[in-house]
């Protein structure tokens, strides 16, 4: 039997209420191979995932965190192309078919994302300045925040057997790590058509089950930082970022009374800005 060419993983965790929705827009796309990961749900949600016969399921048999559960997906994956999709979006018609048409025409090309819709709490928003999409090298406006939607993006799987897959430590922020892996290396091509649409707004988001989402941001800079492939300019880059993002974490710790927490993140600035003054002393 052949692989797929595109192989699409749902991760899902209690979301019984809405992960048939998301099934059935990718489905609706055409020959692929979907796998969806039940990530220890105590809900409906096997009952559900068995009313599509078609489908690969893993069951996990306790709640792992949204990193794991994609990265057991990605070891069951047999395409060459790889795609998620979060258990509350939806695909839009044509989403997978623009894509692979960029990818069998640009075999140079490693990631490719879509524009997209955003439902927050069933009212259409428009996303703000700072959410802005981009094409080409994107390592640099990836820095401040997330700006590729999981649920939007195509890979290929070789990209990440180079990079690694998400980070099973970190329970949020999981994407930003990601991407930056692959921006630091690759290009990525910006689809403008609207082919997601992302839903948000319901209790259960993951960017509402945790305060400052910034520390996991950080974890990744810091990372990046103490690796070896930036080059001088992306590591100010990374650098400049960290010590922005550690700054504003502080302020929120020491607000709260937790000292503690705030002096971790003063010692990584006052190691990260000696580092800066001891550069800027050699280039002197």
């Known amino acids: 039997m052949n692989p797929p060419l595109v192989s699409v993983i749902i991760p899902t965790f209690n979301r019984a209420y809405c992960v048939a929705e998301s099934i059935r827009s990718v489905l609706a796309q ?109 390592f640099r406006q990836c820095l401040p925040l997330c700006i590729v939607s999981p649920s939007s993006v195509m890979l290929r799987k070789s990209i990440l057997d180079e990079v690694g897959g998400f980070d099973e430590l970190m329970p949020v922020c999981e994407d930003y790590d990601l991407w930056l892996r692959i921006a630091v290396r690759y290009s990525f091509k910006f689809l403008k058509e609207k082919l997601i649409l992302k839903r948000g707004g319901h209790r259960d988001q993951l960017s509402r089950k945790y305060w400052g989402m910034d520390r996991w941001r950080v974890y990744a800079l810091d990372k990046l930082l103490r690796g ?37 993140y003063k010692n990584l600035v006052s190691h990260y800005s000696k580092r800066i003054d001891s550069v800027n002393s050699k280039l002197c």
């Open 228 to 264: 070896d492939d930036l080059n001088m300019q992306q590591r100010d880059w990374v650098t400049e970022m960290l010590i922005n993002k550690s700054s504003i974490l502080i302020q929120g710790f020491e607000k709260r009374g937790k000292t503690e927490e705030a002096r971790v």
């Open 30 to 138: 055409g020959e692929l191979e979907l796998i969806v990961v039940n990530d220890g749900s105590k809900d409906a949600t096997v009952k559900e995932l068995a009313s599509f016969p078609t489908i690969q399921v893993i069951n996990l048999a306790e709640n792992r965190g949204v990193s794991y559960a994609r990265n057991k997906g990605l070891e069951r994956a047999r395409g060459s192309l790889i795609c998620f999709l979060d258990s509350d979006d939806l695909w839009e018609e044509g989403k997978l078919k623009a894509q692979v048409q960029w990818m069998q025409v640009h075999p140079e090309c490693m990631a490719v994302y879509t524009d997209e819709i955003w439902i927050r709490n069933g009212v259409r928003v428009n996303p703000m300045k700072k959410h802005q999409k981009y094409s080409g090298d994107i």
